[in-house]
């Protein structure tokens, strides 16, 4: 079975700085996508960046991007130029290319890791 | 554009009662998922479907059923509550590209 780990349950961070979220996964698949979601106090599930495994170029969203070693089954989430609006939950999440469990589609999440920012 | 309703947003409930939390989509995507979030625990999945007209198990479906009559709603029925169904309920839905997307939750209270 598929495990997302994120072994920070808090972060914190000063504005403008840089942070480093941490991400490991478990699978025994070649073919996968990789996401961190974005969850602030409103309760909004938000998609910050997306990863297709067969793809080694580090996907990069604006201040956002990822270092994806696939071997090492690591995603971690570099957040540049941290700013207020940043502080939120933040979830690693896994999904297969095909069908899991007989589900299509469906997201394995991490338990979140809490990012401060502090002003 | 609305992507997904759910409803209500909130609502508190008397143990042994019963509930449907609605999710609603006008995006057409067959893959829905209903997901609940606890402090600490990250989101679970309960019942997921793959297209009209059928459903399955997830990773915590005791207490739960669904049922997918059409594309565009996936119900979540708490058949009779217990305080340990006090959650926040996600209902998302993916498309072809991957991407998933999510309701604004419904946070339930069993007292």
């Known amino acids: 079975a598929q495990t997302v780990t994120q072994s920070q349950p808090e972060m914190s961070v000063q504005e403008a700085e840089t942070v480093t979220l941490s991400c490991t996964y478990d699978t025994s698949e070649s073919d996968y996508y990789l996401f961190w979601y974005k969850q602030p106090p409103s309760r909004q599930m938000i998609l910050v960046i997306r990863q297709e495994a067969y793809k080694q170029q580090n996907a990069t969203e604006n201040r956002f991007s990822v270092n994806f070693q696939k071997a090492a089954k690591s995603f971690s989430l570099k957040i540049s130029d941290s700013q207020l609006g940043d502080a939120a939950m933040y979830f690693c999440a896994y999904r297969s290319a095909g069908f899991y469990g007989g589900s299509q589609g469906n997201l394995i999440f991490g338990k979140g890791t809490k990012l401060s920012v502090k002003p | 554009i609305a992507g997904i309703t759910q409803a209500p947003t909130s609502q508190i409930l008397a143990a042994g009662r019963r509930m449907t939390l609605r999710c609603t989509q006008d995006?057409?995507?067959?893959?829905m998922y209903w997901y609940r979030q606890d402090l600490g625990l990250g989101l679970r999945l309960i019942h997921y479907?793959?297209?009209?007209?059928?459903?399955g198990k997830g990773e915590v479906p005791d207490g739960y059923s669904v049922s997918r009559a059409n594309t565009d709603d996936f119900p979540l029925t708490l058949a009779s509550a217990v305080p340990s169904q006090t959650s926040v309920y996600f209902c998302?839905?993916?498309?072809?590209?991957?991407?998933?997307?999510f309701g604004q939750g419904t946070r339930l209270t069993v007292v």
């Open positions: 998302a839905s993916s498309d072809r590209q991957s991407r998933a997307f």
């Open positions: 479907s793959n297209t009209a007209g059928t459903t």
């Open positions: 995006m057409r995507h067959n893959a």
